[in-house]
C-alpha cells in the first residue's frame, strides 16, 4: 500500500501562484508513476500533469502548459505541482496519484489516490 497526502492548497487570486506537495508513504518505490488531476463541482476528474519514474518525461494538457510544471524528488518520495498564472477555472480539488509505471501514465489508470486539496482562484 501507498499512502499519499497533498497540501499547499488554498485562496489565490487570479493571475497568482500556488505549489502543491504530495508526500507519499508506504511501500514506496521509485518506480512509480506520478500524476496530478483535478475535479470541479459537477465535472468529471482531469489530469493536469503527469511525471515519470525518473522525472524525465512529463505530461501536460493543453489547458495548463506552460502555466503548470510537475516535478518529483524521489529521495523525499515527494511530487510538487507548480501552478502559476492561476485561473478562475483552475479552481478544483486537486488530487495526486501514484500508478505502478515506468512511463507516464494520461489517464486515470492509478492505483493509489490521495485525499486532494482544494484550490480556489478569485477573480
Known amino acids: 500500500q501507498v499512502q499519499l497526502v497533498e497540501s499547499g492548497g488554498g485562496l489565490v487570486q487570479a493571475g497568482g501562484s500556488l505549489r502543491l506537495s504530495c508526500a507519499a508513504s508506504?511501500?514506496?518505490?521509485?518506480?512509480?508513476?506520478m500524476g496530478w488531476f483535478r475535479q470541479a463541482p459537477g465535472k468529471e476528474r482531469e489530469i493536469v500533469a503527469g511525471?515519470?519514474?525518473?522525472?524525465?518525461?512529463?505530461y501536460y494538457p493543453d489547458s495548463v502548459k506552460g502555466r503548470f510544471t510537475i516535478s518529483r524528488d524521489n529521495a523525499k518520495n515527494t511530487v510538487y505541482l507548480q501552478m502559476n498564472s492561476l485561473k478562475p477555472e483552475d479552481t478544483a480539488v486537486y488530487y495526486c496519484?501514484?500508478?505502478?509505471?515506468?512511463?507516464?501514465?494520461?489517464?486515470?489508470?492509478?492505483?493509489?489516490w490521495g485525499q486532494g486539496t482544494q484550490v480556489t482562484v478569485s477573480s
Open positions: 496519484a501514484a500508478g505502478r509505471s515506468f512511463v507516464v501514465i494520461t489517464t486515470p489508470q492509478y492505483d493509489y
Open positions: 508506504g511501500r514506496t518505490s521509485v518506480d512509480y508513476a
Open positions: 511525471i515519470n519514474w525518473s522525472g524525465a518525461n512529463t
